[in-house]
Structures are given as structure tokens and as C-alpha cells.
């Protein structure tokens, strides 16, 4: 975690405070925005150092699984706020962001630095055939809702998220338990949550190792997750009156803004290492976040929302194209073995023109 990012805590604890003296709606918005950034970059530290201390895959298995409890977290407040399209348009806009922005940022900075970077085709095609198959999950509800309007598709998305959360099981046993069939378990090599652990490793070590112990980083860890719960809450409240005064959609705000500031920790994980030459590792943390998102995060939320205001697995048609161009893409990328800095900038430019489309959304 960047030391800078410290100086940035109070301003989404000044959003928070201010919240009850009724401040003006989109000054709340901007400081719990940026305040949130921090807490998802202290998320990310604090799993970081208990990943590295626990060791093996069930690190790297910690590591994606809480670095994605910012999008948890204010898609659940989302949805209990009655803002489903904005919950799932964050599922969308986080796969997007990591699949592309994430990456395109990597390779710049990598190409930039050490030139042409090679990485193995067999770790990183593996990495983006799970991500397709994930994201194909999310896009037959779609489909079916299109073909099949009348059918009743809340109870089809619930089934959907029980097989989406029990590949997700099948997922852990495959990377983490090493079971590949045949006789005994196999190592693992190659695998996301490894790759994962290897990628905290690389991390924490490049900061002179461990800087806190396992009881300071499950504090960090609890009182982060708490403080995104109640500036969530403040940015949440102001969304509708923002958006409606900016004249922007809240499928922007879902799409673009929340995963922007709840993935902060995959961005400047997947850079850094991208930026030590280390590219395998890069891939794993940007498709690892997005394989937990669409396996874990949306079935979570789905079943989770009829605890308030069901929310379906059925996505905008323009979210669905742009999602399935930027997945497609990835898996075209990882297929020759090497990336350059130029692949890295027409990716960014192609997060760019997906962000200005959604920002003219109607």
C-alpha cells in the first residue's frame, strides 16, 4: 500500500461525518468516493500480510477472496437501497475494469519499463478459459430473458447462482486442494490462486517482508470492511440525486466509478509486479479478481437480494457486448506469450471508449 494513501483515510471519514450536517449531495459523493480508494488499498495490504503468513494456495485463495469485499459490500447496500441496476452493474463494470483497464495498465507500465515481456501462453490461457466460462455463465440468464421474456427469470437466476457458487467450490477444490482426477494430487502449477500466493509473496517481499503481525491485519482488515460499509452507505444515498443533477445514468456510476475505487488494490498489485517484469503473476491477480466476481460476488449478491429487492442475473444488452468484446480480447492477448507497451495503451483506449458509451447511456 502506497504511503500516500494514508493521507487519503480522512477524506471518506470527513464525507461520512459531514453526511449529518446534510452537506450538498455531490460533495459527499466525491470525498466517500475517494475515501473508499484507501480503505479498498488497506483491504488489500491487510489480506496481503495474512496471506503471506498463512502461505500455500489458501493464501492466494484469502487474497482474491477479500480483495473483492469492496464490490461485495456496496453491491449488498446497493441492493438494499433499492439501486439494483447500479449492484449489477458493478458485477459487469468490475469485470470490464480488471479484464481490460487492469490489464492495459500492467503491460504499459511493464512494456515501458522493460520493453517486450514474455509470460507462459499455457499459465495465462488457462487463466482467460476460466474467465470466458465465468463470464458466459453470467450471460445465458440474459439470453434466456431475451428469448423467453414471460418466464419467471428471479427463480432462474437463483438457480443459476447455486451452480454458479457450487463451480466455484469445484474451482477451489481444483487449484487449492490439487485434485486433478487419476491417482493422488498433483501439484499445482499454473493455477489462479497459486499464482495468487505467489503474487503476495513477490509483494509483500518487495516491501522488506511482513510489516504486520496476523493480529494487526485482521484489525485493519475488520475495521477497513467496516468504514466501506458506512461510507458505502453516505455514497450511496447520494447517487440518485448526483446522477440526476449531472445528467449521467446510474449504470455509469456502477459501471465505472465503484470498481474504478474498489479495485484499487488489484490495480496497483497487477502494475507493480507487470512493472518487475513478473507478468504471469500480473494476469493471475487481474483474472483472478475477475473470476471471483463472476463466480463468487454475483451468485452472493443474487441470493442475497431476496433478503430486500430481488436482483436477476439479466444484464443490459450494451453491458453484455461490451463485456463479452473486452473477455474476448483478453483471451486474444494471451495467446502469443508476449505483450508490449502499445497492447497495453489500445487496451486502456479500449476501457475508455467503453467508459464514455456508458457515460451517454440514456
Avoid at 453491491?75 to 439494483?84: F, K, P, Q, S, Y
Avoid at 500492467?106 to 512494456?111: D, H, K, V
Avoid at 519499463?113 to 465465468?134: C, P
Amino acid at each position: 500500500m502506497p504511503r500516500w494513501m494514508w493521507f487519503l483515510l480522512p477524506i471518506g471519514v470527513a464525507g461520512f461525518a459531514l453526511s449529518y450536517l446534510h452537506a450538498p449531495e455531490g460533495l459527499l459523493f466525491g470525498l466517500t468516493a475517494v475515501g473508499i480508494i484507501p480503505l479498498a488499498a488497506l483491504i488489500g495490504k491487510a489480506t496481503e500480510e495474512l496471506a503471506y503468513r498463512v502461505g500455500s494456495a489458501t493464501g492466494g485463495l484469502l487474497n482474491v477472496t477479500f480483495g473483492n469485499v469492496p464490490e461485495l459490500i456496496v453491491g449488498a447496500l446497493a441492493i438494499r437501497a433499492n439501486l439494483v441496476p447500479l449492484a449489477q452493474a458493478t458485477i459487469i463494470g468490475s469485470v470490464i475494469g480488471n479484464a481490460s483497464l487492469v490489464v492495459g495498465m500492467s503491460l504499459f507500465w511493464g512494456g515501458i519499463r522493460n520493453g517486450i515481456q514474455r509470460f507462459s501462453r499455457e499459465v495465462v490461457g488457462h487463466h482467460a478459459v476460466l474467465m470466458i466460462l465465468s463470464v458466459a455463465s453470467l450471460a445465458l440468464p440474459s439470453l434466456f430473458a431475451v428469448t423467453s421474456p414471460r418466464h419467471n427469470v428471479e427463480t432462474l437466476s437463483a438457480v443459476v447462482a447455486c451452480l454458479l457458487i457450487a463451480s466455484y467450490g469445484a474451482y477451489m477444490l481444483y487449484d487449492i486442494a490439487g485434485l486433478r482426477g487419476g491417482r493422488g494430487r498433483q501439484p499445482q502449477t499454473g493455477d489462479v490462486f497459486s499464482g495468487e500466493q505467489e503474487a503476495v509473496v513477490a509483494l509483500v517481499q518487495d516491501e522488506q517482508g511482513p510489516e504486520w503481525s496476523w493480529q494487526w491485519s485482521v484489525f485493519w482488515l475488520i475495521l477497513a470492511s467496516i468504514m466501506v460499509a458506512l461510507e458505502g452507505e453516505v455514497l450511496l444515498g447520494t447517487v440518485r440525486p448526483v446522477t440526476a443533477a449531472a445528467g449521467v445514468s446510474e449504470l455509469f456510476v456502477g459501471l465505472v466509478i465503484i470498481p474504478i475505487v474498489g479495485n484499487v488494490a488489484e490495480h496497483f498489485s497487477a502494475v507493480i509486479l507487470a512493472g518487475k517484469n513478473k507478468m504471469d503473476l500480473s494476469f493471475g491477480v487481474a483474472s483472478g479478481s475477475a473470476i471471483q466476481v463472476a463466480l463468487f460476488v454475483a451468485p452472493v449478491l443474487v441470493l442475497l437480494s431476496f433478503l430486500w429487492h430481488p436482483m436477476t442475473l439479466v444484464f443490459n444488452p450494451i453491458e453484455i457486448a461490451v463485456l463479452a468484446l473486452v473477455v474476448g480480447i483478453f483471451f486474444f492477448v494471451s495467446q502469443d506469450g508476449e505483450s508490449n507497451w502499445l497492447e497495453g495503451l489500445q487496451l486502456m483506449m479500449l476501457y475508455s471508449m467503453a467508459a464514455i458509451v456508458f457515460y451517454f447511456l440514456p
